[in-house]
């Protein structure tokens, strides 16, 4: 039985290498063609990942439950290739069909880490595509979402005012809300969309200076807003996105570089101002020097990458139960320490590869409005990708965000299937027969 | 050009117009709009192209460009981590993966620099691994044991232990078809010949033996008695924590035992006098057999007195009188500051659990009195075997003092070279010049003082005894040399717990330790 499952663990290896390889070969590639072959060993190789990974799982905890989750999960799987099959024939699937991976992933590593929150995330992650399927054609059939970039602002920061005020505490930060008492959720998560919306709309067809001092002045109420939730992650992202919209708005480079000297400033005196800030840094300097507290966390994190080398520990080999919220914010390390270091660079690969397929979206549209969209999305996303290995890996000091579709979080999954499926309404319906730009610009060919 | 700015502006002009007529009749966007227009036909040339149109391809392609290049960077940290140092970070004895790792690779050994094997992973007739040390309770400190607390070479290197260099292919097979793969040798720097010559000639005496090769740092023996059989370890564990009479078997006295350093401290003094007194080479004391300050009377060993001697004579035949005299013109804040260069007050720069060394001499609060008490070694200063050693050694190096380290090297199951730990120096704490003259001294003690009985070996070497006095009990015997003076090869530090007279009990060990490493 060890054989197999040594065996199952370089073949899991081996499945995503190929994944990574197709996906990107199909992202940057211009021949349509190979497009549609890439596509379908691409879901061969999903289905195969997946049927692996529990595969292994299921030989070292023979539970019956693990059949089912498994059963439930490719059927998802399935129904939601065929519908978006028949619905959108002319939409990305590349895009799906990345994502899928990426919820594949998490399914196995929480599956391994947690039964109970891995039932949790399906059933969530399903309803979410669920929805989602009906998202892409809203987009299209109703055009007048773009005009209402106040109202979207506004009442993005009217939520996070109220979970100011009615808010419950969780990893220091407050940004939870309780519904009812029943059940509580991130409203940051969605709050993201509502900006990203907000400033897309506002800059949609103008970019004077007066209008970028009124977006801005929405921006930075948003992130303040976050900076007192002590939500440092949220407050980062929401403020990145925003320098990079207001980029790609202006085309102006000056705003972007005013924008991160502005921002590392802001970082500074937050640094110098609030004890939480100065905790990170000091457990992201030297973990090992403050571990039994501070450093704890990031400590146990490095001790999962380093022991799990480059080819992992395998399922349930190694001890990722031992890093504090393993399931959400550092969920990285525990798929580094069972899937090993090649492994985690595919994924990140992937999360790039994925960051490449958004923004082409962006490019290939003629709508700004939808451009300046997918545009804020791609880099949320990227960006929100960046801490959370970023931060596990002690490359940057943590911020406690999680890994997009990965990570076990209802509200960050909701808002994430959302944020794609949004971007598949905006993904042209004629682009498949035109060019790719992504894969014209990096090929060094001039386009039009 | 200004035909190219004119088309643009009509065209954008013309899609603004539309898409203001055709969007909703809202008062505020209608003015928005409005402060559009009106701002653009102001600025004209601000903007180069129409704002309906799309984000352009090359600020989509600077953006690609900057999140990429994040990712390569983060990329290469990581990888950059599980290259180089991960291994570093996994060592640690927090990380509780250790345990995994032993599932999967049979533990190496552990060998003298003689090729002699000091720790070893076999299998019994049932198939159980057993950790064995056919060496038994000799090397049990420096070497260490796995079971009951990680300790010794054990511990600082056990993920090398546990980790299989070798053909990658084979492990990868190996790991698929359940066969455990055989963990990196660890070579130690220990030689078997002195380890036990130190270990027999300390008999049954509470004490420790230390000898380094000055010019490298290399540990050649440590050894500290009372011990215990690590391959009994969990059979006698009952006993061995159990604290009678101090015996304490577990603590490894080498390096963690604290003493006050007796006369051996001399050497230490002679350096802070020489220092501040560059006409040393004249200083003569008539030595009565005691001298009394303020009260307090120090003397010399059994009331001898010396007669009339000058540094060299009083560091010979350990003059207590000469030496608590010197002291009085010692400044308490150079005597410290050259102490702690000599690293006490801190822990010694070695990958071996020690405990700091202690001078406690302080301005302000020490007094005369205090100074020449610590002068000979008394006081309140303690010192472990190991930086005795080291302050030998660092003489006898011309003055620079090595890290001292007791592993040589890693290699694979297949003898290949995996890591090779090479000399590195900790401080040069005297100039060549004053260690020239501490080691013409410390050959004094052998010629015509304490040490007399090195005379006759057919190496010359060099040292200083010490007899550290214990209120109401026998006093610990020190010894700390060096030989040949000429071209030292080894040093050497031993102590012998509440026994008596350095150079009645301490110096017959290091004469057996220099006899087996002369032979």
């Known amino acids: 039985m060890q054989f197999v499952i040594e065996l199952s663990k370089y073949l899991m290896l081996i499945i995503v290498g190929a994944f990574t390889y197709h996906s990107v070969r199909a992202s940057v590639n211009k021949n349509v063609n190979t497009h549609m072959k890439s596509h379908i060993w691409l879901i061969v190789f999903l289905f195969m990942f997946h049927f692996t990974g529990y595969f292994i799982m299921y030989l070292q905890i023979q539970s019956s439950r693990l059949l089912w989750l498994y059963v439930a999960e490719a059927l998802v799987f399935i129904l939601i290739i065929i519908l978006h099959r028949f619905i959108y024939p002319g939409k990305s699937r590349l895009l799906l069909i990345n994502m899928m991976m990426f919820l594949s992933i998490g399914y196995i590593i929480l599956t391994r880490l947690s039964f109970d929150k891995a039932v949790r995330q399906f ?78 709309s506002l800059f949609r067809n103008r970019n004077d200076f007066r209008i970028v001092c009124a977006v801005t002045a929405v921006a930075a109420v948003t992130v303040l807003a976050l900076v007192f939730q002590k939500d440092l992650g949220g407050a980062l992202i929401f403020f990145v996105t925003y320098i990079f919209m207001l980029y790609a708005s202006t085309e102006k480079p000056l705003y972007l570089l005013f924008g991160l000297a502005g921002g590392s400033a802001a970082s500074w005196i937050a640094y110098t101002l609030f004890d939480h800030v100065k905790v990170r840094v000091l457990a992201w300097r030297n973990p090992f020097g403050y571990i039994d507290k501070e450093g704890y966390q990031i400590s146990q994190s490095l001790f999962a990458i380093g022991t799990g080398g480059w080819f992992g520990m395998g399922l349930f080999q190694g001890l990722p139960t031992t890093i504090p919220v393993v399931d959400s914010d550092f969920i990285f390390s525990a798929i580094a320490e069972e899937f090993g270091g090649f492994f985690s660079l595919c994924l990140i690969l992937l999360y790039i590869n994925c960051f490449l397929i958004l923004i082409n979206v962006s490019l290939k549209t003629n709508d700004r409005f939808y451009s300046l969209l997918s545009m804020g999305f791609s880099v949320l996303f990227i960006f929100q990708v960046f801490l959370s290995v970023g931060g596990v890996i002690k490359f940057i000091p943590s911020t406690g965000v999680t890994l997009p579709l990965i990570s076990s979080g209802g509200s960050s999954i909701v808002a994430t299937v959302i944020m794609f499926m949004i971007i598949q309404g905006v993904h042209d319906e004629n682009s498949m027969e035109k060019p790719n730009k992504i894969g014209v610009i990096i090929g060094g060919e001039e386009h039009d | 050009m200004t035909d190219n700015i004119k088309n643009g502006m009509k065209d954008s002009m013309k899609d603004d117009m539309k898409d203001s007529m055709k969007d909703s009749m809202k008062d505020n966007m209608r003015d928005s709009k409005k402060d559009c227009i009106k701002d653009r036909n102001a600025k004209k040339t601000a903007y180069g192209s129409s704002h309906t149109k799309a984000v352009g391809g090359k600020t989509v392609l600077s953006i690609v460009y900057i999140f990429v290049g994040l990712f390569v960077l983060m990329m290469g940290y990581f990888t950059y981590f599980l290259l180089a140092k991960s291994e570093g970070v996994i060592n640690s004895t927090y990380n509780l993966r250790h345990d995994v790792l032993a599932k999967r690779v049979v533990r190496g050994k552990i060998m003298s620099a003689d090729g002699k094997v000091l720790a070893e992973t076999i299998t019994d007739d049932e198939g159980n691994e057993i950790r064995s040390y056919p060496y038994g309770d000799m090397y049990a400190h420096v070497v260490g044991r796995v079971n009951r607390g990680r300790s010794g070479i054990e511990e600082v290197e056990n993920i090398t232990l546990l980790t299989s260099y070798g053909n990658s292919a084979k492990a990868m097979y190996n790991d698929i078809v359940g066969i455990k793969n055989p963990g990196n040798n660890v070579v130690s720097t220990l030689n078997s010949k002195l380890t036990k010559a130190a270990y027999d000639a300390l008999g049954d005496d509470r004490g420790a033996v230390v000898a380094i090769e000055p010019k490298t740092g290399k540990i050649l023996a440590m050894v500290s008695k009372p011990s215990y059989d690590p391959n009994d370890i969990d059979d006698d564990w009952e006993m061995l924590t159990e604290d009678n009479n101090n015996e304490s078997p577990l603590l490894n006295r080498a390096s963690q035992g604290l003493y006050p350093p007796g006369s051996t401290f001399k050497v230490i003094t002679a350096l802070a006098y020489i220092r501040e007194n560059p006409d040393y080479m004249d200083y003569s004391y008539k030595c009565t057999g005691s001298i009394d300050y303020e009260g ?79 002068a000979i070694g008394q006081g309140r200063t303690l010192i472990t075997p190991l930086h005795n050693a080291m302050i030998a050694a660092a003489v006898a190096n011309g003055g620079v003092m090595m890290k001292p380290y007791v592993i040589d090297r890693v290699e694979s199951t297949g003898g290949r070279v995996i890591k090779g730990y090479i000399p590195e120096e900790a401080a040069a704490v005297m100039t060549a010049k004053e260690a020239d003259y501490l080691k013409s001294i410390m050959r004094g003690v052998v010629t015509d003082g304490t040490a007399s009985k090195l005379n006759s070996m057919n190496v010359k070497a060099a040292g200083k005894t010490g007899t550290a006095e214990q209120e109401g009990k026998e006093s610990h015997a020190w010894f700390i040399g060096f030989a040949p003076v000429n071209d030292p090869k080894i040093a050497i530090s031993v102590i012998v717990e509440n026994k008596g007279s350095g150079s009645e009990y301490a110096l017959p060990i290091a004469e057996k330790v220099f006899d087996a490493y002369f032979k």
């Open chain 1, 123 to 200: 059933i969530i992650s399903a309803a979410s595509l669920g929805i989602g399927v009906f998202i892409p054609v809203l987009i299209q059939r109703f055009k007048c979402i773009r005009k209402y970039g106040w109202v979207y602002g506004i009442s993005g920061i009217a939520f996070l005012v109220l979970v100011l005020l009615i808010g419950t505490e969780s990893y220091g930060a407050t940004s939870w809300l309780t519904v009812f008492g029943l059940f509580t959720f991130q409203p940051t998560e969605f709050v993201k969309l509502l900006y990203v919306l907000c400033i897309a």
């Open chain 2, 296 to 374: 307090m009377t120090i003397k010399c060993s059994n009331n001898k007195s010396h007669g009339n001697v000058d540094l060299k004579e009083a560091f010979a035949r350990s003059c207590n009188t000469a030496f608590s005299n010197i002291a009085k013109d010692i400044s308490i804040e150079d005597f410290r500051s050259l102490s702690e260069s000599f690293f006490f007050n801190r822990p010694l720069p070695a990958r071996i659990v020690n405990n700091p060394s202690s001078f406690m001499l302080a301005v302000g609060e020490s007094g005369v009195k205090e100074t020449m008490q610590t």
